[in-house]
């Protein structure tokens, strides 16, 4: 490993290490503007530059390589006035609207001309003025103020996997623009916000509402998703005013989706702020003990068969529980998490999460995915994979929809399941692409599972695992990719049908008979239910947070809290437990769901055990051991699941036909409405590059 001296300091560093990483790696500080450590280097903005003996020049720190004996010097009288000129450059053209810019208070250039530029400009000449180009409703454009760092466009290119932004133009008239004037579609199109060093690009939503010295900020997690993206939640005078990505290697990097970054405005419109009662076919607010008293009578008398629970995509561990609890009081068998229409096996944990750590995506060399579109379904891991081929070329089989635009070249092998059952067999191209894999990986949508054949399946995905060796101490290359986050939570906690107990579309049957006449929604929305499908003769109690599809079934509505309003337990598609963190309190009347339960449990006669969030955590920690230690994967051991059966050839459909309103946050929000409103649906394919290869 190479040794070098900076300032003095000798340090050893890894082989192809730069410069400018080993200064920090000693705690030294370097300016820069177009240097990301996540992006590809191109070392044109030279604001990193430093003296290197023996160079005749300032030498730029973010492309210089370290090598034996080199001797580096990082503040020089040269390196402070090369920083100085360089500074004098970028400001030469730069506006002086730093009162009136969103970038203000989080400005690169505002920090480090403080620290490194001169107190004087020698330019004289009138500044250039660029006109503002048109990016969509998420960006905000102000290109005058653009400095040409091309982060944006090398985010486009590299991780995004949409190559829409490029320098047109040279010298003096260059820009940064849209090759075809088009706005950027792109779910992760607001991280060149992030990525932006000035002012150039912002938050469009966001403009002009709040100063960053203004907000509260709260870490927290996304649960738009099941990926458990890790977020902060910036919030002002109890309102949530945006929200931004944190750093978590394991899960999103740095970056986040943009349902995830802007359907925030949803969280305060449309909410349900105090219990409403149906009278004569409208919803009219009561109050709570009105509420609870009109839930106790029915409840009154009924046996635990006639009554059902369902919970929703965005219910919390500790709600699900105290939900279960309620129902066991009452002897009630007939539970179900899988409001899609499910029904696989789930006797094991390994057979419906993701038995590969999102960071391991990397070291992959060959995927197949079945039925599913990760760009919407899970846009982080899809991210993560675009990585791997945008890193080494691996080769990425696709059993579903290969004309959509995964953002990175796929193999198409054809849109039924009876292609499993050939690659189960070996035969095929890419089986042999498996075969001569040393890590390789299948991803099996939500959307394969959720049909008759669901359980048939998983099951011949296992045996495909099994047979091309994607499975050893060190490596578990079988997924299952859930797009709910709570539903790897429900599993564990045993929400399904109970000895005797019946699942999802049996207790809409049920109801509609009349054997089951009370039926609890905990957040339950993602449905296509309608009150005829339950009956007239159905109880209908909705918990949750909007007025959405949920609250239309129900004969009661009781307001629960938004994922930004309650600390809460939830795990992720791989199995990961994380919480959120509440940023702001629930609005009005509504209340945290677990304590919702609790407290009906008491007007019923029914009191569960705990009082405080941390004696129901303690119970939560004994149903589920692995959630004592938060952000920690537990990897279940390997067993035999899934039942043996036929497959048909129904083609394999992506879950969401809308990427930007899949909840009832996003659908809630106006700026996700705008979005649909400009990019619609999926995204049609670019042409195939070779035979089989669509892009």
Known sequence: MPKLTINGIEVEVEKGTTVLQACEMIGIEVPRFCYHEKLAIVANCRMCLVEQKGAPKPVPSCHSLCVDNMEIETDTPAVRQARQSVMEFMLANHPLDCPICDQGGECDLQDQAFAYGYDR???????????????????????TRCIHCTRCIRFGEDIAGVPQLGLV??????????????????????NMVDVCPVGALTNKPYAFTARSWELTKTDSIDVLDAVGSAIRIDSRDGKVMRVLPNRNEDINEVWISDKTRHACDGLSVNRITEPHIRVKGKLKPVSWDKAFKTIADKLSGLDGKQMAALAGNQADCESILALKDLMTAYDCPNLDCRIDGADYDVSERCGYIMNTPILQIEQADAILLVGTFLRH??????????????????????????????????????NDASVLEDLAKGKGDFAKVLAASGKAMIIVGAGALARKDGA????????????????????????VLQTAAARVGALDLGFVPQKGGKGFADIVKQCHKGAVSFLYLLGVDNTDLTRKELGDDAFVVYQGTHFDYGAELADVVLPGAAYSEKTATYINTEGRPQRTHAAVKPPEQAKEDWKIIRALSGIVDKTLPYNAIEELWERLIKQLPQVKEMGKIVMPPWKEFGKKGNVDKTPFTPVFDNYYQTCPISRASLVMAQCQEQFGPPVKPVKAAGKGGKK
């Open 121 to 143: 400009g020698r330019f004289h000449e009138s500044k250039r003025a660029v006109v503002n180009k048109e990016f969509g409703p998420l960006i905000k454009t102000v290109m």
């Open 169 to 190: 133009g040279r010298g003096e008239d260059a820009e940064v623009s849209t090759f075809v004037g088009e706005a950027i579609n792109s779910e992760l199109s607001g």
């Open 377 to 414: 379904e899970a846009t982080m891991i899809n991210a993560r994979i675009r990585k791997a081929w945008f890193k080494r070329k691996i080769p990425i089989g696709v059993i579903g929809d290969a004309d959509l635009d995964y953002t990175y070249p796929v193999t198409a092998l054809g």
């Open 456 to 479: 048939a399946i998983q099951s011949v995905c296992r045996v495909i695992a099994e047979k091309y060796g994607m499975l050893d101490k060190a490596w578990n290359g079988f997924n």
